[in-house]
């Protein structure tokens, strides 16, 4: 397999449908599950990277508008990107932050989202965090999503984790490579397929038994108090 960002309908050749349909399965449960859940989570997480500020802004308005959260967790971007710049309070500051306190910045280069991810966990455990949102691209949020459940899943450590995809336009051209969101999907469900096979994402199975803990165990969260019972 060479998941790559753009990928052709012949670089799907040998994978079955059974994949397909457990993929679609598992894009569809973690795209819709609530995210009015993220205003009352402790954590908001955004994964940087391919030039997307728009990244950034979203993470930053939602702190901002919601005092109830605890932590802000940035985490750092690829240098091999043409588009990488280094994240500092200064340029989070010119997107609209004004509560740094709480706000974490991976300070090491994470060149992909294994080490995103990694790094993540380990907030999580240092800073004791029992709830998060993700915040990415849409086109991205699935696997990133899949990612974090692996790593936390590998450490013993089990969370409710929310989507919350950026805001932005699918046909919006991605800095990086001027690939609109339309043309990277593709991209992201092969890697998540090849993924699965080394490991390194969550399996369909490993997400269903997640998500039946995550309704069963954290309804309130999910859908508010008053229709939990």
Same mark, same amino acid.
């Given at each position: ?24 399965? &598992? !894009? /569809? ?11 009352? =989570?402790?954590?908001?997480?955004? @994964?940087? *990277? ?82 998060? &949102? !993700? /915040? ?11 990612? =974090?459940?692996?790593?936390?899943? @590998?450490? *013993? ?73």
């Amino acid at each position: 397999m060479n998941p790559s960002r753009i990928v052709r309908d012949e670089d799907f050749v040998g994978c079955s449908a059974s994949q397909f349909l457990e993929l679609l399965k &598992a !894009l /569809t449960m973690i795209l819709t599950l609530p995210q009015s859940a993220a205003d009352h =989570v402790e954590a908001l997480v955004v @994964l940087t *990277g391919q030039g997307e500020e728009w990244r950034l802004g979203h993470a930053i308005r939602t702190w901002e508008a919601n005092p109830k959260l605890r932590h802000l967790l940035v985490a750092n971007g690829n240098p091999a990107e043409k588009t990488y710049t280094e994240i500092t309070l200064d340029q989070l500051r010119s997107l609209g932050l004004r509560r740094v306190e709480g706000v974490h910045v991976q300070a090491e280069p994470a060149p992909n989202t294994g080490r995103q991810a990694a790094w993540v966990a380990d907030q999580v455990q240092a800073r004791g965090i029992t709830s998060l &949102a !993700l /915040t990415v691209s849409p086109y991205h949020l699935a696997r990133v999503y899949l990612t =974090v459940l692996k790593t936390l899943t @590998l450490r *013993g450590m089990r969370l409710p984790i929310i989507p919350l995809p950026a805001a932005v336009a699918p046909d919006t051209p991605v800095p990086e490579t001027g690939a609109t969101a339309y043309d990277l999907v593709p991209g992201e469900a092969r890697r998540i397929l090849a993924y699965v096979a080394e490991g390194w994402v969550a399996t369909p199975a490993e997400l269903q038994e997640y998500l039946r803990w995550l309704w069963s165990r954290h309804r309130a969260l999910l859908v508010g108090p008053d229709l939990a019972g």
